[in-house]
């Protein structure tokens, strides 16, 4: 067997990669119906990688073919791994543009303790909001429909 020629699989591995595909596809369909929770697009990757894995190396012959040829297609996955990677991780914060305030965390920690100082110093004359909290009131105790 020379390395300058095509390759030519048997019938039988042909037939062998694909039943597996099809196995690979149905196993797909199935996961699909079942609730994986946080695994499902991780399960969902590792079928679609296993499939991928076997037409890589049997229907494009990359098994058979030159190493450099098998190095040369790894490294390029791991480099589309990478951007795929690197942009995961700037999509996954963009939703907390949001949250950012100038001010820094000791200024909102004073804000905060000035602002828990001025309820301490309120009485309960000041918190009254409701009919309810005056009793000194007529109708205040019957809800609000009484006299004036």
Known sequence: MSDDGHHVLPKAT???????????TILTVAVAYVPL???TVPVA???????????????????YDNPVNALTFTIGII????????TMFDTAF???????????VQEIEREQKEAQEQMDQL???????????????????DGGSGGN
Request: aromatic fraction near 12%.
């Open 123 to 141: 009485s309960p004359e000041d918190l009254r909001v409701a009919p309810a909290d005056y009793p000194d009131r007529q109708g205040a105790g």
């Open 37 to 39: 929770g946080p695994l």
């Open 14 to 24: 042909l037939f062998k990669v694909f039943g597996g595909l099809i196995v690979l």
């Open 79 to 86: 480099m589309v791994l990478v951007f795929i990677t690197f």
């Open 94 to 104: 963009r939703g907390d543009l949001g949250n950012v305030t100038p001010q820094t």
């Open 45 to 63: 990757i590792g079928i679609a990688t296993a499939k991928a894995t076997l037409v890589v190396l049997f229907f494009m012959a990359l098994y």
